[in-house]
């Protein structure tokens, strides 16, 4: 039987006389102990903990983090896995052939006395190259989703853990807040000419008055998701209403009305900061930031007169996150809704597993 040779990291497991060749070839996992994976979707790279992932059922698939597809485990091979699994069945595949080779010619000679042709077949020892290395993005740091404990890591927003799909949605809240904030940190480590330019520019301006909009849409989508998973009927209930979450005062009368959450005594004094900060956010949507009736309306202690702008500064934009936390916590926590825990099972091997792929010709 002929015998193959394959470089460190393949484990050839054999023909099945149907022309099926199976082999396992290893992933290295970087220092932190993870692998990279690639969403056959949106492309887009993350990385996973090899021992979490070993841990998993056979039947275990994969979401990506980014865009929720969810998929088997081994389409989620990156680029330079793919490699190394081509690389293996290149091997396999050049010595197939010189086996086949050696057993049709057996190293002899072929010659017709009637021909000048001549045919000779001899063969060397086949010596595999190392197989190709793994150089991916490194991790920034290690996440754990707090329903299954699965580590990994991401490289922008995401909204789903690798194991069991959506996130909570104060975890996703948090980290957009996170974001936001990170954001408005970054103004200023700008060095003092360029931040001169940025603010004559009205960069820093606008950067403030966005952070404001985002942060109104970040407890907006945590307050409708929180809504809709606690409330039956959610759908019917809000039918006709619009973007009620938008109006903090409706925000409130929802919660209080259908889940006996009074959000305004539980937030306290904070909530007369909140009011200033949504009226705020109408007022830039709507109206460029001019003061109108309804922006004073909100906010009776403003000094400022309709037809005057509003002037966003980073403290105010730094205070309406802070305040959107409390509230975003306020909202989720007080009836916290439990999620299934997903908890790795067995130590079953998986020929498809992350640290191996199969290759077959």
Known sequence: MFHYRFPEGVEFLGEDGLGQVRMTVSVPADEEGHVGRECPSCGQHFRIASDDYQALPNEQLLWCVYCGHQDEAGRFTTAQQLERAKRAAADYAMQKVRDTLQSALGGSSLNSHNSPLQISYHTDPFYPQPLPGVSEERLVRERSCPACRFRYAVFGEHRFCPVCGQLPALLTALDSLAAETTRLDALTHVPAAQHAELRESGVIDRTCVDTIENAVGIVENLARRTFGERVPGA?????????????????????????????????????????????????????????????????????????????????????????????????AEVFPKSRPQVVPEGSKRKAAREDEFSAWN
């Open 235 to 331: 759908e019917d209930i809000l039918k006709g209403r619009g973007q009620v979450f938008q109006r903090l005062d409706d925000l409130a009368d929802l919660f209080l009305t259908h889940l006996g959450i009074d959000v305004r005594e539980r937030i306290g004094p904070t909530w007369t900061e909140l009011q200033e900060s949504w009226a705020t956010r109408h007022v830039f949507t709507h109206c460029d930031g001019i003061v109108d009736s309804k922006y004073l309306t909100s906010v009776p202690t403003s000094t400022l007169k309709e037809g005057q702008r509003l002037i966003v500064t980073e403290q105010m934009a730094h205070r309406v996150l802070r305040d959107a936390e409390l509230l975003c916590r306020t909202i």
